[in-house]
């Protein structure tokens, strides 16, 4: 008899490292701070549609292309998508996988970001500039959950691979990289410290 673990779905969690690593979060949070001060038509965007918080989806969508200092989060970045897509087994025929959209996320007390994913892109994610204690973790969800028509529910104890949902803690100055299909939320932050990240998109064509 055998039990196969088949499908996985694969999610890349580091921490930046080498020169970058300490010296970008100082710059990277002022920024992100300055941004939504002189951004009316994100804040505008953000009203509507991040009801509490800010985010420069919106407005200012590719930051890695209008500051020194996110360009320099990408070449960072550049390394670990190169690590997960090794991981991925992905075959890019030649093609370089390259960030296409980057943009700032800030999350005061009650804040939430539904579920969602990222159509259109390859690899997507998050890197962490500011987490306050208590801060809210990625929840990301289990990619057959909605053909789970008579499954009965996980035990409490359940190995993390099987069970529907998973947060994985957001912790200042790390990255999570995911598939861009595998749909994931963060849940309302119950803190009075904003929490402060970048998220982004990286595609082959």
Known sequence: MAVLKLFPTLVYCARLTGAAAGKIDARLLRECLQLRQDDP????????RYPGGYTSYGSAHRMHRMSPTFAALERAIDRHVARFASSLELDLAGRKLAMTDCWVNIMPRGTAHGL?????????????????????????????????????????AAARENRPWIVLPARAG?????????????????????????SFNYSWF
């Open 174 to 198: 790390g990255v999570v990289l995911f598939e861009s299909w595998l749909r994931h939320e963060v849940p309302a932050n119950p803190i009075a410290g904003e929490r402060i990240s970048i």
């Open 41 to 48: 038509a994100g804040r505008k965007w953000s009203a509507g």
């Open 116 to 156: 969602h994913l990222h159509p259109l892109s390859t690899i997507s994610g998050t890197y962490y500039v500011k987490t306050p204690r208590g801060s809210p973790g990625l929840k990301l969800e289990d990619p057959r959950l909605e053909r789970m028509m008579a499954a009965p529910p996980r035990r409490a």
